[in-house]
């Protein structure tokens, strides 16, 4: 029902900044939150970053925190995460993630729909 399309990743230098874009294209009137998981080398699936729906509550790893911000854009539909300061323990691979009428967590499993992936390279 839903689709999950990322953008923006890249190869970056430490301290570098990127912006990364996701759209989640499906049903209109549909109310859902949305995060940003990431995959490092070797490593599970792990939480960076969600927002809610109407945007007004937002909640942040303590790896990311202060340095990357996540938003709602101005389509519904859409999130960004703007990436600053960039930390070479920063390079995964990153997925947005939607859940649609309730609220996900940290856990990866409370999540509804999945992006494909966008890879970010910070080198040291």
């Known amino acids: 029902q839903v689709q999950v399309i990322e953008s923006g990743g890249g190869l970056v230098q430490t301290g570098d900044s990127l912006r990364l874009s996701c759209a989640a294209v499906g049903r209109t009137g549909t109310t859902f939150g949305m995060a940003w998981f990431r995959r490092p080398p070797g490593r599970d699936r792990e939480f960076v970053a969600s927002?809610?729906?109407?945007?007004?509550?937002?909640s942040y790893a303590d790896s990311v925190k202060g340095r990357f911000t996540i938003s709602r854009g101005n389509a519904k539909n859409t999130v960004n995460l703007q990436m600053n300061s960039l930390k070479p323990e920063d390079t995964a691979v990153y997925y947005c993630?939607?859940?649609?009428?309730?609220?996900?967590?940290?856990?990866?499993?409370?999540?509804?729909?999945w992006g494909p992936g966008t890879q970010v390279t910070v080198s040291s």
């Open positions: 927002v809610t729906w109407s945007g007004d509550s937002t």
């Open positions: 993630a939607v859940v649609q009428f309730s609220v996900g967590g940290t856990n990866p499993n409370g999540y509804d729909y």
